[in-house]
Every structure is written in structure tokens, then in C-alpha cells.
């Protein structure tokens, strides 16, 4: 029992790490309020997340906002985007259903183009958090890994949705953790599949950490 209250036992380690996840979701729920800053807090939360699953020590607020900084500019036009093709699709299937000749073909497509718009938003900002790439270059790696690691992807998407029905059907306080803790259990299975791209991503260098 002495050991478990200990201030390197299990009883502080976890608290801590619930923590933390609780300010995180806190943080992104503040920094997203303003829509166009979605992209930029989510990968600023991954930034947090990723680096823990790495075993980096930090500041969870420094380091949250140094990431939303330096990924500012370019977390916002890679909403904008997401968020535009959303409703396109979205339009899109709003027409298809109006009209009568090909409406299945117009509605596979639309459906395919939604479940990849979702897919890349799975990656696209845990990428920006870490890497330093150009933003064409941000959506190229994530249409890929998306689709190459689909075991992963489909896996990440299923527990986002079962943590919005968990919040909305069951425990409602649980929502103050809840992107918190999407963030921090999908990463271990981020990492694992950047690792094998950049097996050196833990190291801190320039080139790995956004």
C-alpha cells in the first residue's frame, strides 16, 4: 500500500496522467472555439499526446501552445479544407437524393469521398504535430497511411465514436476527458505506425518535432 501511494507509485503516475488529459481537453475545447482553429488545437493536443507516449517529460500548457504557435497558419488552411470537402460531400448527398437517374453510383462516391475525408482527419493532425512537412506533402502522407494502416484507421475511428455515444448516452461527465483521452490512447497507435516511416521520432531532433 506504501508503495502504491508513492510519488513515483502507480496511484500519482495515473493521476497525473488523468490529469493532464483533463487540462488537454480543456485546452483544445478553449482553442477550438473559434471553428477555423479546430485543426490548429488538435494538433496542438497530438503534439502533447505523442510526446508522452514517447516518454518526453514537459509542460502540458507550454507545450500545448508552443505546437498551436508554430502550426497556426497551417493548422487553419488544413481545416479550412477538411471542413470545405465536408460539405461538399455533404452537398453532395443532400443532391442525390433529389434526383432520380444514377443516385446509387452519386451516392457510393459520396460515401467513399466522406468515409476518406474522415479517415484523413484521423492522421493529418497528428502528423502536423510532429513532422515538418509542406502541407501538400501533410495530406499526400495521410490519404496514404490512412489507407495503407486501414486495421489502425478503422480502429481510431470506432473508439472516437465510442466515446461521443459513451458522453451522450451514458456519462455526460465524462466529456471532460474524453478528446483527452481519444488523443492519448490513439496515439500509442500513431507512433507505433510513424515509427516505422521515421524509426528516429523520439529522438528530439529539428526535423522530427513540428
Known amino acids: 500500500?506504501?508503495?502504491?501511494?508513492?510519488?513515483?507509485?502507480?496511484?500519482?503516475?495515473?493521476?497525473?496522467?488523468?490529469?493532464?488529459?483533463?487540462?488537454?481537453?480543456?485546452?483544445?475545447?478553449?482553442?477550438?472555439?473559434?471553428?477555423?482553429?479546430?485543426?490548429?488545437?488538435?494538433?496542438?493536443?497530438?503534439?502533447?499526446?505523442?510526446?508522452?507516449v514517447s516518454?518526453?517529460?514537459?509542460?502540458?500548457?507550454?507545450?500545448f501552445f508552443r505546437s498551436f504557435k508554430e502550426n497556426f497558419i497551417q493548422g487553419i488552411i488544413a481545416t479550412v479544407i477538411l471542413l470545405f470537402a465536408a460539405f461538399v460531400v455533404y452537398t453532395s448527398i443532400r443532391f442525390s437524393a433529389v434526383i432520380s437517374s444514377g443516385r446509387e453510383i452519386i451516392l457510393t462516391l459520396d460515401c467513399i469521398a466522406a468515409f476518406e475525408v474522415i479517415i484523413v482527419s484521423v492522421y493529418i493532425f497528428p502528423l502536423m504535430s510532429r513532422f515538418d512537412m509542406k502541407l501538400t506533402e501533410l495530406f499526400k502522407m495521410a490519404f496514404f497511411l490512412s489507407n495503407r494502416h486501414m486495421f489502425t484507421t478503422l480502429t481510431c475511428v470506432i473508439l472516437f465514436a465510442a466515446i461521443v455515444l459513451f458522453c451522450l448516452f451514458i456519462n455526460p461527465i465524462f466529456i471532460m476527458a474524453s478528446v483527452g483521452i481519444y488523443a492519448y490512447v490513439s496515439s500509442f497507435m500513431l507512433m507505433r505506425i510513424f515509427r516505422k516511416y521515421c524509426p528516429d521520432i523520439d529522438v528530439d531532433k529539428p526535423e522530427n518535432v513540428a
Open 1 to 52: 500500500m506504501r508503495g502504491f501511494l508513492k510519488i513515483d507509485g502507480p496511484f500519482f503516475k495515473y493521476g497525473t496522467i488523468l490529469a493532464d488529459i483533463i487540462i488537454l481537453t480543456i485546452l483544445w475545447a478553449v482553442c477550438s472555439i473559434p471553428l477555423f482553429t479546430l485543426g490548429v488545437s488538435t494538433a496542438a493536443l497530438f503534439y502533447v499526446t505523442t510526446k508522452q
Open 55 to 63: 516518454d518526453k517529460e514537459g509542460y502540458v500548457t507550454a507545450n
